[in-house]
Each structure stands twice: as C-alpha cells, then as structure tokens.
C-alpha cells in the first residue's frame, strides 16, 4: 500500500502580541465611536496569518481597514434602510402597514444571510494568500442565494428538521466553489449522517448532564475536517482530525478559567489556545505538490458581505 504524505499547518502566535494589539483595538474602537472596528479586525486577521505556517511559509492577509471600512458603510447603510422602512411603517399605526412592514423586515434580514455569507467568503478566500497563491470563491450569488432561500423554505416547512441536510448542502456548495490557485475543494460530508451526530450528541449529552459534551464537540470537528478534500491534478488530498475529548476538555475549561479570571483580559490567550489546537489537530493526507501550485484567481476588494455577516453575527460556514 502506498504511504501518503503527512503535512500540517502550524499557528507561532503569542498571546501577549495578540493582547497589545487587541488593547490598541479596544482604545482606539472607543475613542473613533465604533469606526475604528474594520482596521481592528483587519490587524486581527493580518496577525493571525502571519503566524500561520505551512511548509515553511506564512500565509499572508491582504485586505485592508480602508477596504473593510468602506463595506462597513455599505453595510450600515443598508440597515438604516431597513430600519427607516420599519420605523415608517410603525409610526402610521396602521395594523396592516405594521405587519406588512414587520414581514418585509424580517424577509431582508432572511436575504441578507446568504447575501453576507456569499460576500464575506468571496472577499475573505481572494485576499488571503501563501507563497504568493491566492484562494478564490466562484460561487455566483444568484445561484446560492436561490440554494439559501429553497433550503431555508424547507427547513421551516419541516419545522427545522431539514435545517442538517440544509447546512451540508450549504457546506457542499462553498466549498465545491472553493479554490486555492489551481487546487479545488470539496466537501464530502452527508446530511443524514450530520443529523445522527446531533442525534447522538444531544441526547448523550442530556442523559450524562454535560459530560459528554467534550465528545460531542470533538465528533462535529472530525465531521467537519474529514469531508474536507482537496484535489490538484486528478490526485486526492483529504483532511484528517486526531483531536479527542480530552484535549476539547483541557481546552474548553482552561479557556473559561482564563477568560473568568482575567475578567475577560485573557481572551488573546484563550484564542491562541484554540487556533493552536485546531491546527495541531488537523493532518493534510496526501500526495500534494505544493510547488506546482499555480495562480488562477482574480482579486476581489468588496467587504461589503464581511461587514454585514459580522452584524448579524455569522461565522464563514
């Protein structure tokens, strides 16, 4: 049987770099009103994957606080559309306006999910970069959004039932649009089999009061990272996780007893903890030619979809 090569990412961040620049973040976010925020995040994420390392090499992030802040004033300015389109329709205590105008509220909320989950992964994947090869998104907008809106009509209609199969076939779609120069991504995982994790975990989790949370979470990663392949000239390269309960334990609860204790002072170290985890516990399967890599993705500059995914809290799926 032929041996497959092993590869790794490694994270070298510090928490005591990342605290300074999350206090410089905080002061100067307070004094500039909340302006400030997109230059915030865009340290945040430059030092993040400059400490990121893979075959000698650190990824580098190249977007911008003057490119996030102008997504921050599109994004804002769409909520204040929103909102004056409620507020109008609430101060005519008309009941029929009012609830006309609370359905069409909450319908533009409903769009903007997959509207920020497009925008923000398209511009996160073209401005990241290594050894000079950027990642890129092809995903076209009306096509996930027409994906989001039947996904999400059907989850509702099944009462949320549908919502496992719903976010894997979401999962599929980013990711089988994913690119790293002329390496493809593909995700592999089932919703049937996403369903019966949950299952599992739920009712576990319930039945022993907790405790078995640490398998549960640790069970959703393995899911996540195992689907996840990578192909480059007709050869496949699969992702694999070894983290375990333990090491979720070890992780959960020091993060907390930092964060508690530092009143919250302690968040740079905890996240450190977490990425270094992660990375330490995901393993590249494969026979990858790292140097045959070849640039193939256009640049994008919009942040638009990040800023808006960052108010309505959306993590990249």
Not at 4 to 17: A, I, N, P, W
Not at 80 to 89: E, G, N, Q, R, W
Request: with cysteine; hydrophobic share 45%; net charge neutral.
């Amino acid at each position: 049987m032929e041996e497959k090569d092993l590869r790794q990412v490694t994270f070298h961040g510090e928490g005591s770099k990342l605290f300074g620049i999350y206090i410089v973040n905080l002061l100067l976010t307070i004094v500039t009103v909340g302006m400030y925020y997109p230059w915030a995040k865009a340290a945040i994420l430059q030092y993040v994957y400059q400490e990121t390392e893979f075959e000698g090499s650190r990824f580098t992030f190249h977007g911008t606080g003057k490119e996030m802040f102008i997504g921050f004033i599109k994004a804002i300015g769409i909520f204040i559309v929103i909102y004056a389109f409620l507020l109008i329709c609430i101060f005519s205590k008309k009941p029929l306006i009012m609830s006309i105008g609370f359905l069409v509220t909450y319908a533009a909320f409903i769009l903007l999910i997959p509207i920020a989950i497009h925008g923000s992964t398209k511009y996160r994947a073209s401005r990241s970069s290594w050894r000079g090869i950027h990642f890129g998104y092809r995903g076209d907008r009306k096509e996930f959004l027409q994906e989001f809106i039947i996904g999400a009509l059907i989850t509702i209609s099944t009462l949320g039932i549908y919502y496992f199969w719903f976010i894997i076939k979401i999962r599929k779609y980013i990711f089988g649009h994913l690119r790293f120069g002329s390496i493809s991504f593909a995700y592999n995982g089932g919703g049937t089999d996403y369903f019966k994790l949950h299952l599992k975990g739920y009712f576990l989790t319930l039945i022993t009061l907790g405790v078995y949370s640490f398998w549960y979470v640790k069970d959703l990663f393995r899911f996540f990272v195992d689907n996840i392949q990578m192909e480059q000239d007709g050869e496949i390269v699969k992702f694999r996780s070894t983290a375990t309960a333990g090491g979720y334990f070890k992780l959960i609860i020091g993060n907390l007893f930092i964060v508690i204790l530092t009143l919250g002072f302690g968040t740079p170290w905890a996240t450190v903890r977490t990425l270094n985890f992660i990375f330490s516990n995901i393993l590249i399967e494969g026979n990858l030619d790292v140097n045959a890599i070849q640039q193939t993705e256009m640049d994008y500059r919009d942040a638009t979809g990040e800023d808006i995914s960052d108010m309505i809290d959306i993590g990249l799926v």
